[in-house]
């Protein structure tokens, strides 16, 4: 099993539209969690972090199950420019104290009007 | 304004030739990355470093190789180029040793091998 697994995509949704990604992780003692954000050629950036109690930012929500091992991201009222790459993001040890991010391959999203 | 920097930004190499890419931080994280991003692949670690002296392979590590000699740079050397090198290739760094915060990402350095 890959240690992070993504939602493959690609999303078409029309302006408007609710969309939800989907994203597993392998190792349960992961610490972190994040969404980032990846548009066309450009260098991915963080969206939000997720936290176990769920968090929102405006439209997007993002959701953590420890149980099920996954983390969750809700896009509301989609825009197009919400056209993007999102990718999720891990963290767990790797050694002593030191961490190690881990990308998911990333969900291609487009929203048309 | 703190940043990360790669260059250069493109570049067109041969194959056999040894390539170094820059990465250069202004944050004074002591965690840097370095990703290549394939199509079908996302981003893949290519190698790593916690700290000045501290190295550490990623899960793509063959061909390539990593010193950190000072806390701001960590340069990415192909030793002899290939074509399955061709990609673009990321940098980030992040701060915290907890690992609760954001890797910040430079702009990348997309690199063909011919």
């Known amino acids: 099993r890959k240690e992070v697994e993504q939602d493959p995509g690609p999303f078409n949704v029309p302006e408007g539209a609710t969309v939800a990604f989907n994203c597993t992780y392998s190792?349960?003692?992961?610490?972190?969690f994040f969404w980032y954000r990846q548009d066309c050629r450009k260098e991915p950036k963080l969206l939000m972090s997720?936290?176990?109690s769920g968090n929102e930012d405006g439209r997007f929500t993002a959701q953590l199950n420890r149980a099920s091992q996954y983390i969750s991201l809700l896009i509301r009222d989609s825009k197009l420019s919400d056209s993007a790459t999102y990718l999720c993001?891990?963290?767990?040890?790797?050694?002593?104290?030191?961490?190690?991010?881990?990308f998911g391959k990333g969900t291609l999203l487009t929203v048309n009007p | 304004d703190a940043e990360i920097t790669q260059s250069p930004r493109h570049k067109i190499t041969e194959t056999g030739r040894q390539v170094t890419l820059a990465c250069h931080q202004t944050?004074?994280?002591?965690?840097m990355f370095w990703y290549r991003q394939d199509l079908g692949h996302g981003l893949r670690l290519i190698h790593y470093?916690?700290?000045?002296?501290?190295?550490n392979k990623g899960e793509v590590s063959d061909g390539y190789s990593v010193s950190r000699s000072n806390t701001e740079d960590l340069p990415l050397t192909l030793e002899s180029a290939a074509s399955s090198q061709t990609s673009v290739y990321f940098c980030?760094?992040?701060?915290?040793?907890?690992?609760?915060?954001?890797?910040?990402f430079g702009q990348g350095t997309r690199l063909t091998v011919v």
């Open positions: 944050w004074n994280h002591n965690n």
């Open positions: 980030a760094s992040s701060g915290h040793s907890t690992g609760d915060t954001e890797a910040f």
């Open positions: 993001v891990v963290i767990g040890r790797s050694g002593g104290s030191n961490y190690k991010l881990t």
């Open positions: 997720v936290y176990s």
């Open positions: 470093s916690y700290g000045v002296q501290d190295t």
């Open positions: 190792n349960s003692a992961s610490q972190s």
